[in-house]
């Protein structure tokens, strides 16, 4: 079956970067589009960045542009976000999904990670 697992978390001082990695297991990656989300305490659950099979790029939080990056490897079957000048709210548990429409569309990511923990704090 269809897998995902993210890493890559972990305590970032403000300003720091850190880079998270989606492995998909089970399919070739190459078949889904994958997102990235995050959940913050407390907060409802937020889209970050997508990126479709043909490795269009759609951006939902602007509070992230211009500092996330989505990239995909399809022969290392691996989505990466790369994080860089972290801020305190950007504190979340990170997921990705995957969308085998490959177009990011919401309602059709059907398989989630069990998440990876980001804590932003001096």
């Known amino acids: 079956q269809l897998q995902l697992v993210e890493s890559g978390g972990g305590l970032v001082q403000p300003g720091g970067s850190l880079k998270l990695s989606c492995v998909v297991s089970?399919?070739?990656?190459?078949?889904?589009?994958i997102g990235w989300f995050r959940q913050a305490p407390e907060k409802e659950p937020e889209a970050v960045l997508c990126i479709t099979i043909s490795g269009s790029v759609i951006n939902y939080a602007g509070s992230v542009k211009g500092r996330f990056t989505i990239s995909r490897d399809d022969a290392r079957n691996t989505v990466y976000l790369e994080m860089h000048s972290l801020k305190i709210e950007d504190t979340a548990v990170y997921y990705c999904?995957?969308?085998?429409?490959?177009?990011?569309?919401?309602?059709?990511?059907?398989?989630w990670g069990p998440g990876t923990l980001v804590t932003v704090s001096s």
């Open positions: 999904a995957s969308d085998p429409e490959g177009l990011c569309q919401s309602p059709d990511f059907e398989v």
């Open positions: 089970g399919f070739p990656l190459d078949n889904y589009a």
